[in-house]
């Protein structure tokens, strides 16, 4: 099975950056793309950001306003998601994600496209 393990969370004071790491294994022939989500006590998980696996076009959710950026490296199996200007509001759980076969215009910001999920890392965020 395709394990994700996310990691790079914690504490931080608003303002401040944080860069979160997320480690696959597993086959990557299938792998369309990767993705970050986010969930807060009480509210749904959305998302945050995405990347295509293979010519790297990125996506992102409309709160991030140009504050984090998502890059991958493939020969790593890795996807990254920098955090800058952080605010209270940005504390949540954040997890990430693997998209398999995908085809066609998908839905990146749908968590129903993707395949697999991390174990999700805590970022708290404080004034």
């Known amino acids: 099975q395709v394990q994700l393990v996310e990691s790079g969370g914690g504490l931080v004071q608003a303002g401040g950056s944080m860069r979160l790491s997320c480690a696959a294994s597993g086959r990557t022939f299938s792998r369309y793309g990767m993705g970050w989500f986010r969930q807060a006590p009480g509210k749904e998980r959305e998302f945050v950001a995405a990347i295509r696996w293979s010519g790297g076009s990125s996506f992102y959710g409309d709160f991030v306003k140009g504050r984090f950026t998502i890059s991958r490296d493939n020969a790593k199996n890795t996807v990254y998601l920098q955090m800058n200007g952080l605010k209270s509001e940005d504390t949540a759980v954040y997890y990430c994600?693997?998209?398999?076969?995908?085809?066609?215009?998908?839905?990146?910001?749908?968590?129903?496209?993707?395949?697999?999920w991390g174990q999700g890392t805590q970022v708290t965020v404080s004034s």
């Open positions: 994600a693997d998209m398999r076969n995908g085809r066609g215009s998908v839905r990146v910001g749908s968590m129903d496209e993707y395949d697999y």
